[in-house]
């Protein structure tokens, strides 16, 4: 173990790798910053020009910039109200009450470290989680993978999205678009209506291109009047030892909310944030200064929104399933670069793996310091106007498409995907259930099919191994769950309808 | 609305003629005419900004990760 993270740390620490890390670490606070650009639509816009970069490089400069988006969702946050990122959502209620009283630095300083703290807890859950899970991970058949596959698609469909048949749908979508291309079995085309350009399929890359970022940026385009420019110079203030030490329990709470907020598929930063502060909330000796500009009420979530940056890529590493959106990123870059995650990527790449480990602790070390410096960079991003911004992120999208393959046929996928994923938000079905239903529809069919070759046809296969019945019946449980509830929820309204 | 469907229009348009006029043509003229929809109406600023984005993300993309965009009549002046 210790052999190996020397082996990482020789990868990432290369001069090469940290100027990487440095560059998507302060991608990743602009990026941030910038309201409606999230951590993985900066990953996403990013993601074409990492080609050139040996794939260990690319995975840790584009992990700098998951870490560094959950800093700078805070920026605007607290100077503007408006969270640049969704994991920033909940940090805005107290943050913009500091910035009101002019303590504006001292709530920057606190988001910086608290961020900061989360980042590096992360990295040693990620460190000490993951490399047991991957030898667990060797236990897996294709039977297992299969349920794995499918307890993600129902985790997603059933707790991200709001409404059931609405993420179900969106997730059968995304299947739907991945059978597109060559069986995999049989080499025959399938919905290829004769061109040679469907023949290889809806790439993740372009999908994800398409979903998160083309779709965001057309509903700026058709929705947003813009954002209020921010006015003064800011720089984060650090905090004192001794105050970050009174915010230690809720930066526990975070922690332990991140963790677990990681692990599930599609919960992601904002779900831990929101998670987090209630809980923080509750959990107070004085919870009515909650609201009124409590320093923990921004230490909570900024330590939950960065500890989910580690604890998200423990599932993507272990079994190639991300836990959140932007470690749906991660996994298109590594798919674009050939690293194959799973539990082989750990014993026959591991430089890899643990190269991504160092580098992610460095990105967490360089974005305290950068932080500190990028407050005002960030700001002055902010403060350029929206439709320069637009055009230049659309202009990087198209050229960045076409980059993919060389050729016209990713552009039009992007756009095509871009305008799907503008309709499917309009209209509260969920991107992010549909992305996965497109990362894993390769994974579940082929698993599917591969299971039942080797059963020759019995679908007991499934069943009868231990863990993928276990698997299945949680993935049954997690459909089930939302339909109890709101039965449960009806029987207790009827008697107060009742009297 | 109105104005996504613009946008969209002006991007499948510059898709489509990207390959016959090339990235140095139709680039710039992608941009003028995305901020000119989206409320910027200063000339001055429309071609400045609209030059300076196209040269970088030539610079980045062409230079730097040698992709092959299309080029056009104008490819040969550089």
């Keep these: 173990m210790i052999e190996r993270l020397m082996l990482g740390a020789a990868v990432a620490l290369q001069p090469i790798s940290l100027l990487m890390v440095l560059l998507g670490v302060t991608w990743g606070i602009i990026g941030g910053a910038l309201p409606g650009i999230t951590g993985s639509i900066a990953m996403a816009l990013l993601l074409p020009l990492t080609f050139g970069l040996e794939p260990t490089v690319a995975l840790m400069m584009l992990a700098g910039v998951y870490i560094g988006s959950m800093f700078g969702g805070s920026i605007p946050a607290i100077l503007i109200r408006a969270p640049g990122t969704p994991g920033a959502a909940v940090t805005l209620i107290d943050g913009y009450e500091l910035h009101q009283r002019g303590k504006s630095g001292q709530a920057l300083g606190v988001s910086l470290v608290a961020s900061t703290i989360g980042g590096v807890l992360s990295v040693f859950i990620l460190v000490v989680l993951a490399v047991p899970l991957s030898k667990f991970a060797l236990a897996f058949g294709p039977a297992e993978y299969f349920a794995l596959g499918v307890l993600g698609l129902t985790l997603i469909a059933s707790f991200a999205a709001r409404d059931l048949t609405k993420g179900a749908i969106s997730a059968i979508l995304g299947l739907i678009l991945a059978t597109v291309g060559t069986d995999p079995f049989s080499g025959t085309p399938r919905f290829a209506f004769g061109t040679t350009d469907l023949l290889t399929g809806v790439s993740i890359v372009t999908g994800m291109?398409?979903?998160?970022?083309?779709?965001?940026?057309?509903?700026?385009?058709?929705?947003?009047?813009?954002?209020?420019?921010?006015?003064?110079?800011?720089?984060?203030?650090?905090?004192?030892?001794?105050?970050?030490?009174?915010?230690?329990?809720?930066?526990?709470?975070?922690?332990?909310?991140?963790?677990?907020?990681?692990?599930?598929?599609?919960?992601?930063?904002?779900?831990?944030?929101?998670?987090?502060?209630?809980?923080?909330?509750?959990?107070?000796?004085?919870?009515?200064?909650?609201?009124?500009?409590?320093?923990?009420?921004?230490?909570?979530?900024?330590?939950?929104?960065?500890?989910?940056?580690?604890?998200?890529?423990?599932?993507?590493?272990?079994?190639?399933?991300?836990?959140?959106?932007?470690?749906?990123?991660?996994?298109?870059?590594?798919?674009?670069?050939?690293?194959?995650?799973?539990?082989?990527?750990?014993?026959?790449?591991?430089?890899?793996?643990?190269?991504?480990?160092?580098?992610?602790?460095?990105?967490?070390?360089?974005?305290?310091?950068?932080?500190?410096?990028?407050?005002?960079?960030?700001?002055?991003?902010?403060?350029?106007?929206?439709?320069?911004?637009?055009?230049?992120?659309?202009?990087?999208?198209?050229?960045?498409?076409?980059?993919?393959?060389?050729?016209?046929?990713?552009?039009?996928?992007?756009?095509?995907?871009?305008?799907?994923?503008?309709?499917?938000?309009?209209?509260?079905?969920?991107?992010?259930?549909?992305?996965?239903?497109?990362?894993?529809?390769?994974?579940?069919?082929?698993?599917?099919?591969?299971?039942?070759?080797?059963s020759r046809g019995d679908p007991w296969v499934f069943l009868s191994r231990p863990i993928s019945c276990v698997l299945l019946v949680l993935a049954l449980s997690a459909l089930l769950w939302p339909i109890v509830r709101q039965i449960r929820d009806r029987k207790r309204k009827q008697p107060t309808e009742g009297e | 609305v109105t104005r996504l469907a613009a946008i969209l229009a002006l991007a499948v348009g510059w898709a489509l003629l990207l390959p016959k006029t090339g990235f140095l043509i139709v680039t710039p003229l992608l941009m003028v005419s995305v901020m000119g929809t989206m409320g910027i109406r200063s000339w001055w600023r429309l071609v400045g900004v609209s030059l300076a984005m196209t040269l970088v993300l030539y610079l980045v993309f062409v230079k730097a990760l040698n992709v092959l965009l299309p080029m056009g009549p104008l490819g040969g002046l550089i």
């Design chain 1, 209 to 454: 291109i398409g979903l998160f970022a083309v779709s965001e940026i057309f509903h700026q385009i058709a929705e947003s009047e813009g954002w209020a420019a921010i006015q003064g110079r800011f720089s984060a203030r650090l905090p004192r030892i001794l105050e970050i030490w009174k915010l230690r329990g809720s930066m526990l709470i975070g922690t332990l909310v991140g963790a677990i907020g990681g692990m599930l598929p599609g919960a992601g930063g904002a779900v831990a944030a929101f998670i987090t502060y209630d809980t923080a909330k509750r959990w107070s000796k004085e919870p009515e200064k909650f609201g009124r500009g409590a320093l923990e009420g921004i230490a909570a979530p900024e330590t939950a929104n960065n500890v989910v940056t580690g604890t998200a890529l423990i599932p993507l590493l272990t079994f190639g399933i991300p836990g959140s959106n932007s470690a749906a990123i991660l996994l298109a870059a590594m798919m674009l670069h050939g690293v194959q995650p799973g539990p082989l990527l750990f014993s026959e790449t591991p430089q890899t793996v643990y190269g991504l480990f160092v580098g992610m602790l460095v990105a967490n070390l360089m974005m305290l310091v950068l932080g500190y410096l990028a407050v005002r960079p960030a700001v002055a991003v902010v403060n350029i106007k929206q439709p320069y911004l637009l055009a230049g992120i659309l202009g990087l999208i198209l050229v960045g498409a076409f980059a993919i393959n060389n050729r016209m046929f990713e552009v039009w996928i992007v756009l095509g995907t871009g305008l799907l994923g503008y309709a499917m938000r309009r209209y509260g079905y969920n991107v992010l259930a549909m992305v996965l239903g497109l990362v894993l529809g390769f994974m579940v069919e082929s698993n599917l099919r591969r299971s039942l070759l080797i």
